[in-house]
């Protein structure tokens, strides 16, 4: 089954604690990226990657980082996380287009609510 | 930079009855896409329909229906024949094309929340 996984899908922590939220995908999509949603303001881009260490800051990328190592894993790291972090977060991935005007469907993760207290 | 517009923090509708939801936008491209994504209580996002702006023809989805209105940078969406199961949260997005900068950038409006009522 084609599919976006997230894990944890719950977290809760402490600020100051370093955490990882992994995000993992087995359609062969070179496109992922991450979003935040917070109530009032929708879905926000943090980070985004093209392909494999090929990385790029979206427009909430403060205190955030990730890496793609591997075409299928797109962890988003937070080293030192603050209660302005605590979000829902979505891993989303895509094929680069279809050429020309070509459009790929976004596959969203199921979400990873966190909580920074 | 675009921005996505809805205006509607929450609407209602009655079982097996029509509701449209408004989305404005604003950007200076002239090639782009746009979205409905509905989320559910599950949270799981869930692509509802989506529209390129070089095609003319609103697109249609089963009972899901947009009306694009480029000139007025504007994309509402119609449920018809309301379901229980339609009681969800709904985004608009915008989506610029492949090959510019930012591509695969959804940029979301504020989200609204729809409940149908039996």
């Known amino acids: 089954e084609a599919q976006v996984t997230q894990n944890p899908r719950y977290l809760i922590t402490v600020t100051g604690k370093k955490l990882t939220v992994t995000c993992s995908q087995n359609?062969?999509?070179?496109?992922m990226s991450w979003y935040r949603q917070d109530p009032g303001l929708g879905l926000r881009q943090i980070y985004y990657?093209?392909?494999?260490?090929?990385?790029d800051k979206g427009d909430v990328p403060e205190g955030y980082k990730v890496s793609r190592k591997e075409k299928r894993n797109f962890p988003l790291i937070l080293e030192s996380p603050s209660p302005n972090q605590t979000s829902l977060y979505f891993c989303?991935?895509?094929?680069?287009?279809?050429?020309?005007?070509?459009?790929?469907?976004?596959?969203f993760g199921p979400g990873t609510r966190l909580t920074v207290t | 930079a675009q921005t996505v517009t809805q205006s509607q923090p929450e609407m209602s509708v009655q079982e097996a009855e029509t509701v449209t939801l408004s989305c404005t936008y604003d950007?200076?491209?002239?090639?782009?896409?746009l979205f409905w994504y509905k989320q559910p209580p599950s949270r799981q996002m869930i692509l509802v329909i989506r529209?390129?702006?070089?095609?003319?023809q609103n697109a249609t989805e089963n009972r899901f229906s947009v009306n694009f209105q480029k000139a007025a940078k504007s994309f509402s969406l119609k449920i018809s024949d309301s379901q229980l199961g339609d009681t969800a949260m709904y985004f608009c997005?915008?989506?610029?094309?492949?090959?510019?900068?930012?591509?695969?950038?959804?940029?979301f409006g504020q989200g609204t929340i729809l409940t149908v009522h039996p």
């Open positions: 997005a915008f989506m610029k094309p492949f090959g510019g900068t930012s591509y695969g950038k959804l940029t």
């Open positions: 359609m062969n999509h070179e496109y």
């Open positions: 950007t200076s491209e002239n090639n782009y896409y």
């Open positions: 529209q390129e702006a070089y095609k003319q």
């Open positions: 990657s093209m392909n494999v260490e090929v990385t």
């Open positions: 989303a991935s895509s094929l680069l287009g279809g050429g020309g005007r070509g459009l790929s469907e976004q596959y």
